[in-house]
């Protein structure tokens, strides 16, 4: 049995034993025999789709007594909600922005958090009761911002198949889900999950320290629809700290949706966290479910997902016949494709939904499939990124190892 203190004088002295989550499976996997005293952290994480997402923004527009108050209000195009606070006559707007609105097809508001965060120029548009105002602004200029998530790091996603025969517009699908269960759609990173790996719920709870997209943050609470079976958190970071490859937009038949990441580390005390620990993908159950019903049809497991699968997009140029219309960079659904560049490693979520738009099979990686009710399903759309979920973790098990993270005393220097 260990302290947080006792854990936090390790780290402060360099002692402390610390994994990733992916790391601290592979022990597992070659039948490591891990008790409490061989580990004192291990970090997990989680990155994908989450439509949750929302900004809290205060953003300097004009003057003081300029305009008594804004009506409605957009940031390159997104709509925004002003307020709470009136904010009469000072020339600035608190608003509040989801992720999920949008100003177009392609653009929304995760594309825009990612924006700020890179510190481009954002256009402001505010409408109050006499006047129309514009001014451009960068993160600099806000005098807060912070990103807060309703409902993230779901410990259990549901997989969705279309079993009629026309296509359906979702959330879950980039083109539409073509049926009749001609492919499925995952979410969800398994193993590595924050709280897959706390199912007690004795690490993570209200005031536990986070890295929201990269930046310090701390989980407020459960999440909307959360419940003991199905749990969720809600959290709240600053944007400026935050790292752009973390976040972004992600294109769907339904319109645009937010790319959002969380990353916890959890203090090993007692052999009690260990056996939370040692949750493997083979054993965390995926429901499939149809999605015009959300009636469940089958069951598989993360492993079916992240274990058989390659989990990287690779492009062969060599194979591009270079057509007059490129249909993987009209389709990548966070802009990460180009025909002259490639793959931009640092938007690409590894969703998969390039593959079968390339008639000339210039990308390629094991995508996987689903079996369901005895017919295999291939998996042609992951709104998960496993691979950026483990760079969060290794980015959070550094600042560990560097004393910049601790468990007592607000959890960051």
Not at 80 to 104: F, K, Q, Y
Not at 132 to 157: G, M, P, Q
Not at 227 to 254: E, V
Request: charged share 25%.
């Amino acid at each position: 049995m260990k302290t947080m203190r006792e854990i936090d004088q390790k780290i402060r002295n360099g002692s402390a034993v610390v994994y990733t989550a992916a790391e601290f499976k592979q022990l597992i996997r070659e039948g490591g025999e891990v008790t409490a005293a061989d580990v004192d952290v291990v970090t997990t994480g989680t990155c994908g789709v989450m439509s949750g997402t929302a900004a809290i923004l205060s953003v300097p527009v004009a003057a003081p007594g300029t305009f008594e108050r804004a009506e409605r209000a957009w940031l390159n195009g997104v709509p925004c909600m002003p307020g709470p606070c009136p904010n009469e006559r000072l020339g600035l707007v608190d608003m509040i922005v989801s992720g999920t609105a949008h100003a177009g097809a392609g653009y929304g508001g995760g594309h825009l958090f990612r924006d700020i965060v890179e510190g481009r120029e954002i256009e402001v548009v505010v409408e109050a009761a006499d006047r129309s105002i514009e001014a451009k602004v960068t993160l600099d200029d806000f005098s807060y911002a912070r990103l807060f998530t309703t409902r993230s790091a779901y410990r259990n996603y549901t997989a969705y198949l279309n079993t009629q025969p026309t296509r359906v517009t979702t959330i879950f699908s980039v083109t539409g889900l073509q049926g009749p269960c001609r492919e499925a759609s995952v979410s969800g990173c398994g193993e590595i999950n924050p709280l897959e790996n706390d199912p007690l719920g004795l690490a993570i709870r209200a005031g536990t320290p986070v890295l929201l997209n990269g930046s310090a943050g701390l989980v407020t609470g459960e999440g909307t629809r959360s419940t003991p079976s199905r749990p969720n958190l809600t959290a709240i970071g600053d944007m400026a700290g935050m790292q752009p490859r973390y976040m972004g937009g992600f294109r769907t038949s339904a319109g645009p949706e937010c790319i959002t990441s969380l990353g916890i580390a959890i203090p090993v005390l007692d052999d009690r966290q260990v056996a939370g620990l040692r949750v493997l993908d083979e054993e965390i159950a995926l429901p499939i479910a149809d999605i015009n019903t959300r009636t469940v049809l089958d069951e598989a497991t993360y492993a079916d997902v992240w274990q058989r699968p390659e989990r990287e997009v690779t492009y062969r140029p060599e194979w591009c016949e270079e057509c007059s219309t490129c249909a993987v960079a009209a389709i990548c659904p966070t802009g990460a494709f180009t025909r002259g560049t490639g793959i931009d490693r640092d938007r690409c979520l590894a969703c998969t939904a390039c593959l079968g738009a390339c008639q000339n099979d210039a990308l390629e990686a094991g995508e996987g499939s689903l079996r369901v009710r005895g017919r295999k399903v291939p998996v042609t759309l992951r709104q998960s990124g496993r691979t950026l979920a483990e760079d969060l973790c290794r980015d959070l098990k550094e600042r560990v190892l560097d004393s910049r993270f601790t468990f007592t005393g607000g959890g960051w220097r």
